[in-house]
């Protein structure tokens, strides 16, 4: 097993939801953590029991990710050990029902903002020659999402940056330092709240519906031992790819998947949000 980079753990979009369980349990497992959010005050209350650091910050706006990234490296003598970028937003239903500033908002935020954390971190791990940035994908970056095809299309140029820039980081010689894939199914956080009764949301609930501390875990686990696509939970992903590679029958499979995900929408609302793989 890889032993893990430690230095400072950078936590995007951790005001909430996976973001703050991901925050929690890399500080369980050590890690100092910086946790950022777009929301200063919501992000302050949830870092002051995990150390107390935190930071505003829009992952679009690539000095702000680079000042971040440089504050972070400068509070510990390790540096730079870890960047999550988290921080993302979903709109569902036909792209064409989506008006420009949505679909912009949602490339911008989900892709162009993972991937200004990305190089901002990566321009100080590889002057330290060593470092792993963890983005936080999905399923639906894995294969098209009906109902949810801007968030799955930014999330497919998101696992396409990040092993591009693993590939050109291996090229270029460096060896030690890292950019990993989570790949989860949907889970149950305020993303998904209010989409109990989205029928563009039923992608999300088609598998398992999994808590952000199981995701969290599994990132720890990830932060770890570096591997560049990790899916959650394992079999869903092997569902998913083999869609990918076979897109006439995702296709037709459509109306099958849509009410998959409408039964798993009406389980949710019978659970009430409880009983969560």
Same mark, same amino acid.
């Given at each position: 097993?890889t032993?893990?980079?430690r ?13 703050? @369980?991901? !925050? +929690?349990? &890399?500080?369980?497992?050590?890690? %100092?953590?910086?946790?950022? *959010?777009?929301? #200063?005050? $919501?992000?302050? @209350?949830? !870092? +002051?029991? &995990?150390?107390?650091?935190?930071? %505003?910050?829009?992952?679009? *706006?690539?000095? #702000?990710? $680079?000042?971040? @990234?440089?504050? +972070? ?62 983005n ?8 098209a ?18 092993l591009?820039?693993?590939?050109d ?75 990918d ?33």
């Amino acid at each position: 097993m890889t032993s893990p980079v430690r230095g400072t753990a950078v936590v995007t979009g951790a005001a909430g939801g996976l973001g703050r @369980a991901l !925050a +929690a349990a &890399l500080h369980a497992d050590g890690w %100092p953590v910086l946790l950022t *959010d777009l929301d #200063a005050d $919501a992000v302050a @209350a949830v !870092a +002051a029991p &995990l150390g107390g650091w935190s930071r %505003p910050l829009d992952v679009r *706006d690539d000095t #702000a990710c $680079a000042a971040v @990234a440089a504050e +972070a490296a400068g509070r510990s003598p390790d540096g730079l050990g870890l960047w999550v970028n988290n921080a993302g937003i979903l709109a569902t239903g036909p792209a064409w029902e989506q008006d420009e500033r949505t679909r912009r908002r949602i490339i911008e935020v989900n892709a162009l903002g993972a991937m200004a954390g990305t190089l901002a971190a990566l321009a100080v791990m590889r002057a330290q020659g060593r470092g792993h940035v963890l983005n936080v994908v999905s399923l639906a970056g894995l294969v098209a999402a009906p109902g949810e095809t801007m968030y799955s299309a930014s999330k497919h140029a998101l696992l396409a940056f990040s092993l591009g820039t693993l590939a050109d980081l291996r090229a270029a010689g460096h060896r030690d330092v890292h950019v990993s894939c989570l790949c989860p199914d949907g889970i149950w956080t305020p993303m998904l709240h209010d989409r109990l009764d989205d029928p563009g949301a039923v992608a999300s609930f088609t598998g398992t519906l999994l808590t952000p501390e199981r995701v969290a875990s599994r990132a720890v686990r990830l932060a770890r031992r570096p591997r560049p696509v990790v899916a959650l939970p394992r079999w869903r992903g092997a569902q998913v790819r083999l869609l990918d590679a076979l897109p006439g029958l995702a296709v037709g499979l459509t109306p099958l998947i849509r009410a998959t995900g409408r039964a798993g929408q009406r389980r949710q609302r019978r659970r009430g949000g409880s009983g969560l793989a």
